[in-house]
């Protein structure tokens, strides 16, 4: 398994878009995608709803 990590320093926002974009467009069988940061913020409701505008759920993917 091939393994995509998307990192930032707070993981607050764009990773958590990038990880979204990832597990939407990859296989996940053949991918492991996540993403990380130094410090944890938790998800980014920002992060939920824009992807939601674009009909990807990472609210319950991340």
Request: proline share 3%; aromatic share 8%.
């Amino acid at each position: 398994m091939r393994k995509i990590y998307f990192l930032c320093t707070g993981n607050s926002c764009r990773s958590q878009i990038a990880e979204g974009y990832g597990k939407a467009i990859l296989p996940t069988d053949e991918f492991e995608i996540k993403s990380a940061g130094i410090e944890q913020h938790g998800l980014n409701p920002r992060a939920v709803q824009v992807m939601a505008e674009e009909g990807i759920d990472i609210y319950a993917n991340i």
